[in-house]
């Protein structure tokens, strides 16, 4: 079972153009990238302060979902987690440590942490499903857990887990931890979702105003700048959150374009969406 997977389907295959009404336009430049011929580009998640981006590739032969990571300079490594059918990387940090989650041959869900590339997996105790989504730079870790009908979410710094449920809503999935424990997410009970900050505790509710499906918040940096998508009637669009504004994210020519994460030093990584089935990862910095 993978809900985020699914969930984050029905993100992009949901568009509403008097959503842009309630946002001014994000000033972008863009450096896109297209992965190696054997595979097709699925999802791009996180970013870290080194510029590498991690997510998802399909391999055209096998049809297998595998993690990839993107240096900064282009080099692109896929990674499968040991004994898994699918592998997804969600987060990363910049002292070499990634997060995700995979499937194994029991269709059971682990997290997992690559940290310089050494393996960990992380199963919280006696939950059906484990997803690993962020990491800060102090290893704190913030993911899900659950089964069918009811998922919960988790800060996991020093060792101790931190309950993380939206209140009122069936499933929590906290997306992003900055250095500051601050996370950020998304909480739904139907096909409505709505993003949250949490920190110490507490929760703030952060939507994009008259947008059909709601919001999914996917990153936050030390300076507080959050990036996510609003889910309107037809696709998701990306958008940047900060003093209390939204700026949509869109690249020129695009079906629509969508946001993964952003780093410390500002720049936000994501997923161009052109006419057809092309399409492209991008890291961005925004003003």
């Known amino acids: 079972m993978s809900i985020p997977r699914s969930v984050f389907g029905v993100f992009i295959t949901l568009l509403s153009l008097s959503a842009a ?3 001014s336009q994000a000033s972008c430049t863009f450096d896109t990238f297209t992965v190696p011929s054997q595979y097709t580009l699925s999802t791009v998640q996180g970013i870290g302060d080194d510029g590498t981006v991690v997510g998802q590739l399909v391999d055209n032969d096998t049809q297998a979902l595998l993690g990839f990571m993107r240096s900064s300079g282009g080099d692109i490594t896929v990674y499968s987690a040991p004994q898994s059918v699918t592998t997804w990387l969600y987060g990363e940090n910049a ?18 942490t690559l940290v310089n590339g050494g393996f960990t997996e992380i199963d919280y105790k006696g939950a059906a499903n484990t997803w690993l989504f962020g990491v800060n730079h ?23 887990y931190t309950s993380i449920v939206d209140p009122g809503q ?15 997410g998304s909480g739904a009970s139907g096909w409505v979702n709505y993003g949250f900050l949490w920190q110490n505790g507490k929760f703030t509710s952060i939507n994009y105003p008259k947008s059909k499906y709601g919001t999914i918040l996917l990153g936050i940096n030390n300076s507080s700048v959050i990036v996510g998508n609003r889910i309107s009637a037809d696709k998701s669009f990306g958008f940047i959150y900060e003093n209390g504004a939204f700026k949509s994210v869109t690249y020129a020519g695009a079906d629509y374009t969508v946001t993964g994460g952003i780093n410390n030093n500002g720049v936000i990584s ?8 092309q399409t492209m990862g991008y890291t961005a910095v925004c003003k």
Not at 95 to 112: L, P
Not at 270 to 277: A, D, F, H, L, V
């Open 21 to 23: 009404l309630y946002a």
């Open 95 to 112: 002292t070499g440590t990634s997060v995700g989650y995979y499937m194994d041959n029991a269709s059971k869900v682990h997290g997992f």
């Open 138 to 160: 102090a290893g704190s870790l913030v993911g899900s857990f659950g089964g069918s009908g009811s998922v919960k979410g988790f800060l996991l710094a020093d060792g101790q």
């Open 170 to 184: 069936q499933v929590t999935y906290p997306m992003a931890v900055n250095d500051n424990d601050a996370v950020v």
């Open 270 to 277: 994501g997923q161009i969406y052109m006419s057809g089935t």
